[in-house]
């Protein structure tokens, strides 16, 4: 009594709902055991895999971020290399134009004698302006490539190759607190360990999370993979490929991408637009190197043949640039076909034997005929050479075989490179795919935040496409502007070798007839070509050495007469004569041992024949004077300004005022001359004008007009005269000199010299006798000469005399050999001029 029946039976053994109790309990409390065994567990797991998340992570970026940091240092490298070869082709061209600038300076070739003939001077000139071409396209295009590539390398660093340093917010996702495994679903907080728990069908978002190599079937059986994977793994491998690092896809053409590194495959694509300058300024270095050479070896042509005569030394100065020219040809290029090229210095001895035959002992037309020969192959050869060069330069559509050559120069087969000079350009361009054995972990990072393949990306394109793509950049022709100049400098290159080859044609034409040279500059010795209204050289019948004007009139008279040449050679000589022309000479030899200058002696003053004195008007300086004919006894007294007094030199009075029109801007007077077809005036500045009339208009204003044309020399006296046969000539006394040079013109033509003559005096005044067959020269002391110009002897008129200063002087016409003079005496009140009158 007081118990439950319900509890105990009557055997005492526990009733069936006790006992099921009793096991659930149990039931529960195993679970329950279990249930924290796999939380425990699971949340094991977890801290585990966050602490090696972070690990992973900080080591993943840290790697990252070194590997950045050499693809940075690629950068830099690849741009430095570039930089420093611009450098370098800097230096060469500076000293190159140094160099030529000091060659190019003098002018022309032979400094102390005459110049060569016009086909040398062409030939050494023709190259040194394309060497100057040249060098300076090497300065501009080096510019350009250094800067382009310095430009690309900032810009890249500074915007595209950055570390992948992570933010703030990336670390903050990448870090964990523990209380997160709080937020993970329940079947990852009581996952079963040794069961797989993921399907097919699920994370069909996130794709295989745990195979990014290739697993076997033995680590598959070990690890965790497919969709098997917690969940908390696949959070974080979405977190940790969202903006790890920036990408520049966008950049790249798509036909243009490789499997490299993405910096590689910009930087490549950017170096499209510098890598012909850096080819075509290495290219421009040759170039002009070449022309130097060539322009070197003429220089020495024409100096060692026209100043020192040195034969064989010539000879021993050309071998070497001539070897130094092939060696150049072939370290620089590897030709494809016929060496075409190495015939350019070949030029240098064609033009070696035809200047031996300019310059050679006797002329005959035969010898002349084959110098005429070599020099037209010359040209020919340098025509040739440069179309040669043309086509060597020229980018090739085939790629040598040097390219994409790992261990020496490399760039893709796509640019296009001259093939010639494949070995001379040393380019490096980025690799187009890694090696065996590398790893790119940036494109890792970005293939796995873009959803992309690591190992680039893009359609697939033929070569031909690629080629098309990376050169799009070249203009509508598919050429670099680097090649078109380079190419536009050859073809002006040609174009002046056949210009020079047209003007060499005009010359053999015109030599040995009335018309002057085209291309030879005016020089004294005797050349096939020779610029002065005479035959070139004597013809057959009189045999001639170069510069001495023939054994018939030229001052070797009966050296090489007959068989037998020796200048000491039996005659009969007039001792009386000899004896005068001594005398004579005695005068000249006193002023020279005084003074150190030859000059007409100094003697008391000797009255003239006659002497007018003239009342002239107030302010009027005369400073030149005209003598009109002796029929007419009047003379024109000029200033330097073109004010002028016409005067009776009979009576020293004064006929008429008067000024010259026209004169003015053309510079001071410098001579004026009178004749009976007008008034003939040259200015300081070489002008000559031509004042109608025998006498001034009675309007006072004498009309002038300048003779078109070339001017005459100025700087010194000048005299003028009317020739008898028509035209005009003149003489010009130099200042300082005692150079006298006589010019011809006739018609519209240009003043051409016609002879030089020493005179013995520095004439201030100049002026032709009445009879034009000789020239009266005035010094500012006073001494007079008269020059005869058949034969180039001097005769003293009158001596030096003190204490006047002596302006003009004239011959009289028509007064036989009388001659005027115009002095001032100098007096404390001021100067009082006179019109002196001499007999030559």
Same mark, same amino acid.
């Given at each position: ?48 895999d ?10 993943g ?10 693809y ?7 741009? =430095? ?7 370098? *082709? ?5 000293m190159?134009?140094?160099?030529l600038?000091?060659?190019?300076c003098?002018?022309?070739l032979?400094?102390h ?21 040249f ?7 080096? #510019?350009h ?66 195979e ?5 079937? +033995? ?37 243009a991408?490789?499997?490299?590194? =993405? $910096?590689?495959?910009?930087?490549? =694509? ?27 070896? *003429?220089?020495?042509?024409? $100096?060692?043949?026209?100043?020192t ?49 300019? *310059? ?13 020969v ?14 040669q ?15 994409? /050559? ?6 893709p ?54 080629r ?19 190419k536009i ?19 053999v ?27 070139? @050289?004597?013809?057959? /019948? ?17 050296v090489h ?30 002023? %020279? ?6 000059? #007409? ?33 009047s ?8 004010? !002028?007094? %016409?005067?009776d030199?009979? @009576?020293?009075?004064? %006929?008429?005022?008067?000024?010259l029109?026209?004169?003015?801007? $053309?510079?001071?007077?410098?001579s004026?001359?009178?004749?009976? %077809? ?38 010194g006296?000048? +005299? ?19 150079l ?5 013109r ?41 020059? +005869? ?8 008129v009158?001596?030096?005399? $003190? ?11 028509g007064? !036989?050999?009388?001659? +005027? ?9 001021g ?10």
């Open positions: 009594p007081g118990c439950n029946p319900r509890l105990v039976t009557h055997t005492g053994v526990p009733s069936l709902p006790a006992a099921m109790e009793v096991g659930a309990a149990a039931a529960a409390a195993a679970a329950g055991s279990v249930g924290m065994g796999l939380f425990s567990y699971n949340r094991g797991n977890y801290m585990f966050q602490k090696n998340h972070w690990a992973r992570f900080s080591a970026l840290n790697m990252a971020i070194s590997q950045m940091g050499q940075r240092a690629d950068v830099e490298q690849m741009t =430095e290399l570039t930089v420093s070869r611009q450098d370098c *082709y800097h230096g060469i061209a500076a190159g134009l140094t160099i600038t000091a060659i190019y003098p002018g022309r032979g400094l004698t005459s110049p060569p003939p016009g086909w040398l001077m062409g030939l050494a000139f023709v190259n040194i302006g394309g060497c100057y071409l060098l300076g396209l090497t300065l501009w295009l080096a #510019m490539a250094s800067m382009r590539a310095d430009t690309a390398c900032t810009h890249m660093l500074t915007r595209f190759v950055r570390l992948p340093v992570p933010s703030q917010g990336m670390m903050d996702k990448a870090r964990k607190f523990l209380s997160s495994f709080e937020e993970q679903p329940l079947r990852e907080v009581f996952r079963v360990p040794f069961m797989v728990h993921g399907s097919g069908s699920e994370g069909g978002k996130g794709g295989k999370y745990n990014d190599m290739e697993l076997d079937e +033995a680590a598959k059986g070990r690890s965790r993979h497919g969709y098997d994977v917690p969940a908390w793994y696949k959070k974080e491998k979405a977190i940790d490929n969202d903006k790890t690092v920036e990408t520049i896809g966008s950049m790249l053409p798509l036909d991408r490789g499997t490299a590194p =993405e $910096h590689f495959e910009a930087y490549r =694509e950017i170096q499209h637009e510098w890598f012909p300058y850096d080819v075509y300024a290495r290219l421009s270095i040759f170039l002009a190197f070449m022309h130097l050479t060539h322009c070197w070896a *003429y220089m020495q042509i024409g $100096h060692q043949l026209q100043e005569r040195a034969l064989f030394a010539c000879v021993i100065v050309l071998l070497p640039i001539f070897v130094l020219q092939q060696v150049i040809l072939t370290l620089d290029i590897i030709p494809s076909g016929f060496p075409l090229h190495r015939l350019g210095p070949f030029a240098l001895w064609f033009a070696f034997a035809a200047a031996v035959i300019e *310059y050679k002992r006797w002329f005959t037309a035969e010898a002349q005929a084959v110098g005429f070599l020099v037209y192959a010359a040209y020919a050869i340098h025509i040739m050479y440069t179309l060069l043309i086509r060597l330069c020229a980018p090739s559509s085939a790629p040598p075989a040097v390219a994409e /050559s790992p261990g020496a120069s490399w760039w087969g796509e640019w296009c490179l001259p093939a010639a000079f494949q070995h001379a350009i040393w380019l490096v361009a980025p690799p187009k795919q890694l090696e065996d054995g590398q790893t790119d972990i940036v494109g890792e990072l970005r293939a796995a935040q873009t959803g992309a393949k690591a190992a680039g990306g893009g359609a697939a394109a033929s070569a031909a496409e690629k098309a793509d990376v050169h799009r950049a070249l203009g509508k022709q598919g050429e670099s502007p680097a090649w078109i100049n380079v400098g050859l073809i002006t290159m040609i174009v002046a070798w056949v210009w020079l080859t047209f003007g060499f044609t005009i010359e034409i015109n030599q040995g007839t009335m018309h002057p040279s085209l291309l030879s500059a005016p020089g004294v010795p005797n050349h096939a070509r020779d610029p002065r209204y005479r035959p070139a @050289k004597p013809g057959a /019948s009189e045999r001639t050495e170069v510069g001495t004007g023939g054994a018939i009139h030229g001052p070797a008279v009966g007469s007959g068989a037998v040449e020796r200048r000491l050679q039996a005659a009969p000589v007039d001792l009386h004569h000899v004896a005068a022309k001594v005398r004579d000479v005695l005068p000249y030899l006193q002023g %020279l041992s005084h003074t150190g200058a030859l000059g #007409m002696g100094q003697v008391t003053e000797q009255p003239a024949t006659e002497e007018v004195h003239v009342d002239w008007p107030p302010f009027f300086e005369p400073h030149h004077l005209a003598c009109g004919r002796a029929s007419t006894p003379a024109v007294a000029i200033s330097r300004h073109g004010r !002028g007094v %016409l005067v030199v009979n @009576k020293g009075s004064m %006929l008429q005022h008067f000024a029109q026209g004169v003015a801007q $053309h510079g001071a007077i410098a004026a001359t009178l004749d009976q %077809l007008g008034l003939l005036v040259a200015t300081s500045t070489g002008v000559v004008l031509e004042c109608a009339g025998a006498a001034p208009p009675a309007d006072g204003r004498w009309r002038c007009a300048a003779l078109s044309g070339a001017r005459l020399p100025s700087g006296a000048v +005299a003028l005269a009317r020739a008898p046969e028509g035209g005009y000539k003149a003489a010009v006394a130099f200042d300082g000199e005692h006298v040079a006589t010019f011809s006739s018609g519209k033509g240009a003043w051409l010299p016609t002879g030089e003559v020493r005179s013995g005096v520095v004439a201030s005044t100049a002026a032709f006798a009445a009879d034009g067959a000789s020239l009266i020269l005035g010094a500012a002391d006073g001494a007079l000469a008269r020059v +005869a110009l058949a034969d180039g002897s001097v005769t003293k009158a001596p030096a005399v $003190h204490g006047r200063t002596w302006c003009g002087v004239c011959g009289v016409h007064g !036989g050999s009388r001659v +005027a003079r115009l002095a001032a005496a100098t007096s404390p009140t100067s009082a001029h006179k019109i002196l009158f001499h007999e030559v």
